[in-house]
């Protein structure tokens, strides 16, 4: 065969070993219950935060997070474990839907077209996931059981419906979870939100809320991503006082405050305008005022009543609180009752005992209506004046300051004077708890999960609306699938389009009478609170999982994804995954033993002087300057988040198409720290490739005949002394590294190997390029599994042991160290590793002889590895 030039071509490399490992099913993940199942075999369980399919493909950012986990899947299988490395799609939900509108199709056709489309990119970047595991949440195999769960969840008291006000997006036509609202817009395109009363399923996950809390202990997550559900939990200790309402005898306002302690100087309370006490107890001569309060309060978002920067309103009900604390005939005891908006219903009790010495928007409300301030603190700062004014109660303070000595009940059964803020709030609690009028309480932030969307596309609820209430549809009966509808768009009113599908609304109970199916439909974020379960086992037709498959495969050991997801989804998984731990179907508690954000790849935008957003395609670069292609004007240059917006989305198959897979992968894992933001910059991309090449060139010459390697490389050799402990230096950094999910710095690695290995490539021998082999093909297995067979390699190289280290060829035979006179360095010189004293201060004092000559040496100064300094005079 003659010679012809020999080119390192992707195209050719990367679409045929996608196709031998899809084919052979090299990534199978092994169950245990499997003949191939061996117990011994240590177990890892690597995740993506699966995506919804959108129309417009994967972009250039997705792959981040996907090439991460495989490189530790890949390598974790080289390392002897049995890897499940699993994908599939979120594809019930709101993006699908309102694609489906806009291109006015049917969402199950275009979920399965949109699926078609991801499935292809991401086998094209060479993934090794194990595709038989592949789930959708919109395939009745899979809602099955989202529904048979939901079922578990209902019997088990956790589910209820509720009346309660909700966050209703006109735009979107349904009712939105509170995580899923932003500054009282939606997080999803941005429209303005409402609060309205509407019939909903909720969720009862505040019940969980100590677990969900107490268990981020245990977990491998950031500190910042815990913060972060700690404040959406929000979990407040403190007491719940009840107090009575003067002139009626049957009407008690309980309150719950982190600081009980403060009791003494509680001057007035507030009300939501929506406590159902307000037309009670509103006095004759104000309620015109507090019915029109009321009603203007009604028309305010949430984000607009508690917005801390807002004028204070209110209005008095003219009613009076009787503070427990002081005798009923006692004026300090009467507390004016007043309702404002920025009390929500929904927080709490919906009801706070304002005390303005120590709360600053108390004391701005008191001042705005002249309420009283009395003051209960006796701050000693040795600013007399300062102190007096506090005292005097004509200013706040907050902190840890001394109480005033009339903070004491009139029998002195309660004094606060010279107590600690601990020590108080727990004589309080005590004092109330006797008097039968306040308990210890712990509240919490977090609310029940609205779980109802009035939308077509998501798995219905198996409920039946009967003459004696709600009826479950039987197991047997599930998956109770969506009907065809022709037209599924919002009616624009907060109600289900199922509404008009008749035929399907109207069905029998289990004793054959007239009943209804419920019209709303599960959020979103019911496929993906239970998914990695179904990973574990797919194909099973009888439960959702065996317990045997969970136990072995739970919990997951590496799960990455967008920090957006920090509130919401992992706190829905990990409240379902709990109940079905109390349920006994699953064994483990917390289903992401190690969480890892990955950071988002941006894009370059340009803007033209009057700040119009110019697209890509219209601006080109002229050295160092970016310019409009027809009007030549200068643009300034900013990184984005990539969106149409500013037409700088970058497509992954563009990528892959000009430079291959593997240059895709590894460009991403360069880029930077894998926690970072970071741009994507065309110009880099082909040093990426250059790289790639070089290490194609080290095993394939550029002149041969197809598939020869260099003919060094074809006979039996010794390694070179040297390039061996290049590439033992290499193999262990990059082990390190990839344990560190420090993948910029494992590439690092890499490439210093190759540039040592081309400047002695003569003396390279077929195994150390056998190895330099394994360790390339987690971050670019194709063009690994290319050099691997080229080589000889046996077997497949996805297959093969991760090389072994010899730690004596990470130590340098010999170390450069500094040689100083009186402090500055004259000189360096090569010292044997481990030499003895005597011979490191030879070898420095012939290296800096010339400046010791004639001078005497009054103390020698030896750092082994590092300096030798000689003090002379």
Known sequence: ??????????AAIEPKWQQFWLENKVFRAINPGDPDFDAAQPKFYA??????PSAAGLH??????????????????AKGFNVLHPMGWDAFGLPAEQYAIQTNTHPAKTTAANIGTFRRQLQTLGFSYDWDREISTADPAYFKWTQWIWKRLYERGLAYESNAPVWWCEALGTVLANDEVINGRSERGDHPCERRPLRQWVLKITEYAERLLSGLERLDWSDSLKAQQREWIGKSEGAEIEFEVAGHAED???????????????????????HELVKRIATPEQLDAVAAYVKQAASKSELERTDLAKDKTGVFTGAYALNPLFEADDPKARIPIWIADYVIVTYGTGAIMAVPAGDERDFEFAQKFDLPVPGIFAPDT???????????????????????AHCR??????????????????????????KGCGEAKTTYKIRDWLFSRQRYWGEPFPVLHTEDGVELVPDEQLALELPDMADFKPGGVPESPLIRAREWVATKDAKGRDAQREINTMPGAAGSSWYF??????????????????????????YVGGTEHA?????????????????????????????????????????????????????????????????????????????KRYGNVVNPDDVVKEFGADTLRLYEMYMGPLADSKPWNPKDVPGIYRFLQRAWRLVVPEFSEHGRVHAHLREDRPADPALEKHLHRMIAKVEDDIGRLAFNTAISAMMIFVNEATKASDKLCRDQLLRFAQVLQPFAPHLGEELWQLLGGEGLLARAPWPAIDPKLLVDDEVEIAVQVKGKVRAKAMIGNGAAKDDILAVAREAVAKYLDGKTVVKEIVVPGKLVNFVVK
């Open 1 to 10: 065969m003659a010679e012809q030039r020999q080119v390192y071509e992707p």
């Open 47 to 52: 995740l993506d935060m699966f995506p919804y």
């Open 60 to 77: 250039v950012g997705h792959p981040e997070g996907y090439t991460a986990t495989d490189i530790v899947s890949r390598y974790k299988r």
């Open 252 to 274: 008690r306002v309980r309150v719950f405050t982190t600081r009980p302690d403060t009791l003494f100087g509680a001057s007035f309370m507030v009300l939501s305008p929506e």
């Open 382 to 404: 040795g600013d007399a004046e300062a102190d007096a004014v506090v005292a005097r109660g004509e200013r706040c303070i907050t902190g840890d300051v001394p109480f005033a």
């Open 409 to 434: 009940t009139s029998d002195g059964s309660l004094a606060l004077a010279g107590k600690s803020i601990a020590d108080a709030k727990r004589a309080v609690i005590d004092w109330l708890a006797a």
């Open 533 to 558: 379960l179904r990973f574990c086992d797919p194909n099973n037709a009888t439960e959702f999982c065996s317990k045997a498959a969970s136990d072995y495969w739970l919990p997951v050991d590496l």
């Open 567 to 643: 509130v919401g989804h992992l706190l829905y998984s990990r409240f379902w995954t709990k109940v079905l731990h109390d349920a006994d179907h699953v064994a483990c508690e917390e289903p992401f033993h190690k969480l890892y954000n990955q950071g988002m790849i941006q894009s370059f935008a340009y803007r033209d002087s009057r700040g119009g957003v110019v697209p890509w395609a219209d601006a080109e670069e002229r050295g160092d300057d970016v310019f409009h292609k027809e009007t030549g004007e200068k643009l300034s240059r900013f990184v984005a988040k990539m969106s």
